[in-house]
């Protein structure tokens, strides 16, 4: 489980830096489950597509077990 949580907030940072938005706004938005003002800075088709990801847990999941997700939270988190 800790490493769930450092492996979180590396990410968090990594968000942060590259959206320009503070950690804590982030922390905010994912501990609330209130991604709209994340993705307020998105493009809106991504960012509806992203937000009905969300809503489904599982579909979120297994969004998530999939291997170019992986992929890519790899790549984000150096």
Do not use: C, H, W
């Not at 509806?48 to 999941?61: G, M, N, P, R, Y």
């Not at 297994?62 to 291997?67: A, C, G, K, T």
Request: hydrophobic share 35%.
């Amino acid at each position: 489980m800790m490493a769930d949580n450092e492996q979180i907030e590396r990410l968090i940072r990594k968000l942060s830096e590259r959206m320009g938005t503070p950690e804590s706004e982030i922390r905010s938005a994912v501990q609330n489950s209130n991604y709209g003002k994340l993705l307020g800075r998105m493009d809106p088709s991504q960012a509806q597509k992203i937000e009905t990801l969300l809503s489904d847990e599982q579909a979120a999941k297994q969004f998530l077990d999939s291997p170019q997700a992986k992929a890519i939270i790899k790549r984000l988190m150096g």
